[in-house]
């Protein structure tokens, strides 16, 4: 994400991988997909990579399968 910086970014994430473990799938691209938990990432790996590109998490859906990020200066306070 270095070509636009976009004011709000949504992410799917993987809840059942709890905070704070930072957990990451291997990328296989012959995955098939079983019914099990094994997708995706924890809420806390897709937050860390967040962070360093100037974003900070402001919630997630109730469902718990999106992340909400802003960018960091459209923060209260700071605009």
């Not at 059942?16 to 296989?28: A, C, D, G, M, W």
Request: aromatic share 12%; glycine share 8%; charged share 15%.
């Amino acid at each position: 994400m270095t070509a636009v910086r976009p004011r709000v970014v949504a992410i799917e994430y993987n809840a059942t991988f709890r905070p704070p473990h930072k957990i990451v799938q291997e990328y296989n691209p012959s995955h098939v997909w079983n019914s099990d938990n094994a997708f995706g990432a924890s809420l806390s790996a897709v937050d860390a990579p967040g962070s360093k590109l100037g974003y900070v998490l402001v919630g997630c859906s109730f469902a718990g399968t999106n992340a909400f990020f802003i960018r960091q200066d459209l923060k209260a306070g700071k605009v």
